[in-house]
């Protein structure tokens, strides 16, 4: 009989930011006893596409040439079981899904899957318009109801 043990646990976590922020942070924090040994990498997937940005085994860090000197992760991640991956400077394309796996042995034990949503400007403006609108023309829940489908195309046209 042949007993194959394979730990694998799926994490997943949606983050927004709005554009122009100076950072984001994609999470996934671990316990720290069970990295001794392992290999991080972190991937970022859109459409058929898959770039490596980040790889962490044994101490050095390399990067993703798109993503060169806009991704990195905690100083010793491994000792302190924080393996988020901080990006800079997000923009609308960097919105996507975002996975790390940790590798032990060449066998994955545990990833994370991180989905990011870069809100444009427009977005954020929109959004403070309707605020305005409904605080300072107290404008009632009947005429905000019947301006939803104006906001969804604003938001979604761009």
């Given amino acids: 009989m042949f007993l194959c ?3 694998l646990h799926l994490f997943h976590s949606f983050v927004e ?6 950072f984001v942070v994609l999470p ?4 720290p006893e069970s990295l001794d040994g392992v290999e991080v990498r972190w991937f970022y997937y859109e459409d058929d596409e898959c770039k490596e940005l980040l790889v962490y ?5 390399e990067h993703h040439d798109d993503y060169r000197n806009r991704t990195e992760m905690n100083e010793n991640p491994l000792g302190s ?3 988020s991956l901080t990006l800079s400077d997000p923009k609308d394309t960097d919105s996507g899904k975002y996975r790390c796996y ?3 042995n060449n066998n994955i034990i545990t990833m994370k899957t991180v989905l990011l949503k870069v809100h444009h400007l427009w977005f954020i403006l929109c959004l403070w318009l309707v605020v305005y609108l409904m605080v300072n023309l107290k404008i009632n829940h009947t005429t905000v109801v019947s301006l939803v489908p104006y906001i969804l195309l604003c938001v979604f046209h761009f």
């Fill in 102 to 104: 940790v590798k032990k």
């Fill in 81 to 83: 079981g924080n393996l």
């Fill in 57 to 61: 085994p044994k101490g050095s860090v």
């Fill in 28 to 31: 996934f924090i671990t316990t």
């Fill in 17 to 22: 930011v709005e554009e122009g922020k100076e």
């Fill in 5 to 7: 043990e394979i730990f």
